[in-house]
């Protein structure tokens, strides 16, 4: 169920268009439209919201370089660290080599859905690392039709760390385009310094540090009912339970704002242009509510939109998924690939001549992958990978792990379609032997919080298929030892991966000049 979540909340996100677009060093482009039906931001209701950043956890947080160098996954050059060797600080770290002098550019950059009001402050620490003097050094917001606001930081310090606080009145007197009073809506923050005619043989450094921001964002709806998870990359909360076809279902919370009419809107998740219910709450007291809504839709995943009216304007609106699951799923195996009564239909092809060869090969290949890939052979070796240079090691630390892939889904079929008990015996014991490592990541990930990359999503298709094949060989304790590894190392981890994914497709620039 939890591939379920991440990929609705993965596909919510990109669904959302990409914010902001760099279309040069100097502006940002292409910002998301209001989603909102009023005539003017001003309209929007907001309420009071603090971000804040230190890196001690060693997560990168969504962070990407800026300008985007490349898929941010494996950017060895933008990470989480020391910038000096042996400081116990840890903060962002991006390195910049230049490889002809010319002028050169770091920075870092992060989607932040925030409003910028009077009173707003933003502080942080930076660190210029370098021999070489520095142009100048910004502070960046995309913000829409407004384009960027940029507040340049005056005497600019190198080779130390240096505190900055900037308030609204000093974004304001270095953009005279907003006004004392004006709520600014913001898409992503941004930090940029020049470095001209920058030396090949120096490379750069730029730290940041302890990034917070006081400000506003879009008023959300308190939820009393049903209990809500809200992942912080991520706009629609998850409710904590799935529901089940006929299942009662009870909305009821709160807005900060005052609000005149709430409606409710529910979409099948992946075609929102279909409305499968339309309704509005009532208000008792300072709770809106939901009369009870009946669960007759088919089972899938949905997508609900909640929307909050005053007199004139639609003022705010929260989202959320809602998962039916089936009933009674426990035990039921297999149901990844096709279920039991589809796996006899695929058996009753399999008698077919046309499809004789392919009914062989599954177990010829499964019997050479044995060969192959004893399970003996099989040892915990992947924290002996260097935790600095990845990319010469990248191959061959793959071959401790992934080349299991193909083994486990021919031995898996072998099993299902031919009743061959020692490839399913051959299964179990593979995944008894990777569920018992500590971890499937390269150091040099784990070291800079990364826990998966697109070969291990690959990967994890063959080691869910196999379990699912061969589930009733195993006793209780085996599968839960198993099942317990993929959601520590697959499924929990998986979020800080498409966290930093986010980042990198939505502020992926499309027209540097």
């Not at 060693?58 to 898929?71: C, E, K, N």
């Not at 770091?106 to 142009?135: H, W």
């Not at 092809?349 to 177990?363: A, E, L, S, V």
């Not at 990930?445 to 998966?452: A, E, L």
Request: charged share 20%.
């Amino acid at each position: 169920m939890i591939w379920m979540m991440l990929s609705s909340i993965l596909a919510t996100s990109l669904w959302q268009n990409a914010i902001v677009a760099p279309a040069n060093y100097n502006s940002f482009s292409d910002p998301q439209k209001i989603e909102f039906e009023s005539d003017s931001i001003r309209a929007i209701a907001l309420e009071p919201w603090t971000y804040f950043d230190d890196f001690e956890d060693r997560d990168l947080g969504a962070w990407a370089s800026y300008p985007m160098w490349q898929d941010i996954a494996y950017n060895q050059n933008f990470r989480v660290n020391e910038i000096i060797p042996g400081d116990p600080n840890i903060s962002i770290v991006q390195k910049v080599t230049p490889y002809t002098a010319v002028d050169n550019y770091a920075g870092a950059q992060k989607l932040l859905d925030m409003f910028l009001v009077p009173g707003s402050t933003i502080s942080f620490r930076y660190f210029l690392k370098s021999n070489q003097p520095c142009a100048w050094f910004k502070l960046r917001f995309a913000a829409g039709d407004l384009g960027k606001l940029d507040f340049t930081i005056n005497d600019l310090k190198l080779n130390q760390w240096s505190w900055i606080t900037v308030n609204y009145d000093d974004i304001l007197r270095q953009n005279p385009i907003i006004s004392v009073d004006d709520k600014i809506k913001i898409y992503a923050l941004a930090f940029l310094a020049q470095f001209p005619n920058a030396d090949p043989d120096m490379p750069i450094y730029l730290g940041l540090d302890d990034i917070g921001f006081k400000g506003a964002r879009p008023a959300a709806f308190q939820f009393i009912e049903p209990d809500m998870y809200k992942l912080p990359e991520f706009a629609p909360y998850i409710p904590k339970l799935h529901y089940y076809p006929e299942s009662t279902f009870h909305l009821s919370g709160k807005w900060v704002a005052e609000v005149q009419k709430v409606s409710l809107e529910i979409t099948p998740f992946a075609n929102k242009d279909v409305t499968i219910f339309q309704g509005t709450l009532s208000k008792s007291g300072e709770t809106w509510n939901l009369n009870s809504l009946q669960l007759d839709f088919p089972e899938g995943l949905y997508f609900g939109k909640l929307k909050a009216y005053d007199l004139a304007y639609q003022i705010a609106e929260t989202t959320f998924t809602l998962h039916i699951a089936p009933k009674n799923m426990a035990g039921q195996h297999p149901r990844l690939l096709f279920n039991s009564e589809e796996k006899k239909e695929i058996e009753t092809r399999f008698t077919q001549d046309r499809f004789q060869k392919i009914y062989g090969d599954i177990r010829e290949n499964a019997k050479q992958l044995r060969i192959k890939i004893p399970v003996e052979s099989l040892h915990f070796d992947l924290d002996q990978f260097p935790d600095e240079i990845w990319l010469p090691s990248w191959d061959s630390w793959g071959s401790r792990i992934y080349h299991t892939g193909n083994a486990l889904r021919q031995n898996a079929r072998a099993y299902a379609f031919h009743g061959d008990q020692e490839a399913g015996e051959y299964v179990k014991q593979i995944l008894l032997v990777l569920s018992a490592w500590p971890n499937w990541t390269h150091p040099w990930q784990t070291k800079r919080g990364r826990f998966s990359e697109h070969r291990t999503g690959d990967w994890s298709h063959r080691l869910a298929e196999s379990y699912d094949l061969i589930y009733h060989l195993m006793s209780e304790d085996e599968r839960t030892q198993v099942r317990q590894a993929i959601m520590k190392t697959l499924s929990l981890e998986f979020t800080s991966l498409i966290s930093i994914m986010i980042t990198s497709l939505r502020l992926r620039p499309i027209g540097w000049q």
